[in-house]
């Protein structure tokens, strides 16, 4: 059974620091990551989304790797703003040998908050 | 173009009671998913439709839970004699083909509330 972790929990920093944002996973056999953004009471707004052929995948101030051999992906956010708090999730579907394709498991979350 | 849409944005409801939420996907998307995030358990699966093929219902925690799509479009999630443990946050998402490639696009979510 795929488990997603991501570390820390939380964070807290002051604007215009570059942070890095954690997720790892147990079963590497993935087809792709997707990194996601949550705001209090919203739904989910997908940020990257990476295929498993890949390694890092860029949009705008956010870069996302994936090194599918050792189960790991980091978000990395460049200058942060107090716009970007919000609460940063990671998902995977199954394996590629299953058949729920739309089953993404996530992670806990990491809750990012910038300061001014 | 219009997102995914959920109705309603909030409900409350008494234990025992049956409770119906609604989610409309982004028009044209094949694929639609129901999660259900609560404190204490994060983000979970709960069934995934497919146009015409048979839902992947895994994820339901029990026979209270069921779901339906109706026309290839609009998605219905029924919770039969509502529990307090059914208290959460009910997303739904939609995606363009068979998922594994493409990006889910989610709604804002319904809150649950069983008093």
């Known amino acids: 059974k795929q488990e997603v972790t991501q570390i820390p929990a939380a964070l807290s920093v002051p604007e215009g620091e570059n942070l890095v944002l954690n997720c790892s996973f147990t079963?590497?056999?993935?087809?792709?990551l997707q990194w996601f953004r949550q705001d209090p009471g919203k739904g989910l707004t997908s940020l990257l989304l990476?295929?498993?052929?890949?390694r890092e995948q860029t949009s705008g101030r956010l870069n996302a790797s994936l090194d599918k051999s050792s189960g790991r992906s980091t978000l990395y956010i460049a200058a942060s703003q107090p716009g970007d708090s919000a609460t940063y999730l990671c998902?995977?579907?199954?394996?590629?040998?299953?058949?729920?394709?739309?089953?993404?498991?996530f992670g806990q979350g990491t809750i990012l908050t910038v300061h001014p | 173009g219009a997102g995914v849409s959920q109705s309603p944005s909030n409900k409350v409801t008494e234990k025992g009671k049956d409770v119906e939420l609604r989610c409309d996907p982004i028009?044209?998307?094949?694929?639609l998913y129901w999660y259900r995030q609560s404190l204490g358990q994060g983000l979970e699966f709960l069934i995934y439709?497919?146009?015409?093929?048979?839902?992947?219902k895994s994820g339901l925690p029990s026979d209270r839970f069921s779901a339906e799509r109706t026309g290839g479009s609009v998605s219905t999630l029924t919770i039969q004699r509502t529990q307090q443990e059914d208290s959460a946050v009910y997303l739904c998402?939609?995606?363009?083909?068979?998922?594994?490639?493409?990006?889910?696009?989610f709604g804002p979510g319904t809150r649950l509330l069983v008093l």
């Open positions: 028009s044209g998307h094949t694929a």
């Open positions: 998402a939609s995606s363009s083909a068979r998922g594994l490639r493409k990006t889910q696009y």
């Open positions: 079963d590497s056999a993935i087809y792709n």
């Open positions: 990476i295929q498993s052929s890949q």
């Open positions: 439709f497919q146009g015409n093929s048979a839902p992947d």
């Open positions: 998902a995977v579907p199954p394996n590629a040998g299953g058949t729920s394709y739309g089953k993404l498991t």
